[in-house]
């Protein structure tokens, strides 16, 4: 899972 539209999440979970 990623995180769009969360800029906390996405350098953990970026979507590709």
């Given at each position: 899972?990623?995180?769009?539209r969360n800029?906390?999440?996405r350098h953990n979970h970026p979507c590709v």
């Open positions: 899972s990623c995180c769009a800029p906390a999440c």
